[in-house]
């Protein structure tokens, strides 16, 4: 079992920037690839971006040119870079990971509680 925990939420104002993080516990060897998802009130979860191991990502196209997923395997750690937020990202995002294949997309195995990021106008 892997235990994702997040931090790094909070209340910005449009323009400004945050980081989330993302610490993995428990059986670390086995994963493969993590990401984040969010989802925005009323709105179905959507993912925002992942990474593999080996460093290759995608993201949605509502996070490219603003947002950068960064992943630390020594510290079993991802992150999400955020920045130029909008009211638009306002959502609560999850940490995500996988042991059950290698490559990017879903499904994903591992969720975490999620952490709540607001962006004001």
């Known amino acids: 079992q892997v235990q994702l925990v997040e931090s790094g939420g909070g209340l910005v104002q449009a323009g400004g920037s945050l980081r989330l993080s993302c610490a993995a516990s428990?059986?670390?060897?086995?994963?493969?690839?993590m990401g984040w998802y969010r989802q925005a009130p009323g709105k179905q979860r959507e993912l925002v971006g992942d990474i593999t191991s080996g460093g290759n990502r995608n993201y949605a196209d509502s996070a490219k040119g603003r947002f950068t997923i960064s992943r630390d395997n020594a510290k079993n750690t991802v992150y999400l870079q955020m920045n130029n937020l909008k009211p638009e990202d306002t959502a609560v995002y999850y940490c995500?990971?996988?042991?059950?294949?290698?490559?990017?997309?879903?499904?994903?195995?591992?969720w975490g509680q999620g952490t709540e990021v607001t962006v004001s106008s």
């Open positions: 428990g059986s670390i060897f086995s994963i493969n690839v």
């Open positions: 995500v990971a996988k042991s059950s294949g290698w490559s990017l997309g879903p499904p994903y195995d591992y």
